[in-house]
Nanobody, 127 residues
Framework: QVQLVESGGGSVQAGGSLRLSCAASGLTFSSYTMGWFRRAPGKEREFVAAISWSGISTYYADSVKGRFTISRDNAKNTVSLQMTSLKSEDTAIYYC????????????????????WGQGTQVTVSS
């Protein structure tokens, strides 16, 4: 059974930084694309960032490009999201997700491509 557990959320002022982490178990972590999504109040869940199984390729939503960095440690079965220059519009619940199948995904940007999800961690940015 796949388990994804997020940590690192919290409250921060605009312009600040946070680092989210996701610990994975129950899968061959190094074989899976990993992603981060978020759901803001009153909005649908949206793609934030993804990283290929090897860590070589990374993908970002335009809204976070240049401010967020996704990384992974295949030895520790973790994926992280370093968030800097945070804005009030980054306020959301952030979810870690593992690809539905090993290897590359047909589209890393679509939530239906992911098969396992964490329970989420709240990020609140005050202006």
């Amino acid at each position: 059974q796949v388990q994804l557990v997020e940590s690192g959320g919290g409250s921060v002022q605009a312009g600040g930084s946070l680092r989210l982490s996701c610990a994975a178990s129950g899968l061959t972590f190094s074989s899976y694309t990993m992603g981060w999504f978020r759901r803001a109040p009153g909005k649908e869940r949206e793609f934030v960032a993804a990283i290929s199984w090897s860590g070589i390729s990374t993908y970002y939503a335009d809204s976070v490009k240049g401010r967020f960095t996704i990384s992974r440690d295949n030895a520790k079965n973790t994926v992280s999201l370093q968030m800097t220059s945070l804005k009030s519009e980054d306020t959301a619940i952030y979810y870690c997700a593992a690809g539905g199948l090993p290897g590359a995904l047909s589209s890393v940007f679509l939530d239906r491509a992911y098969g396992s999800w964490g329970q989420g961690t709240q990020v609140t940015v005050s202006s």
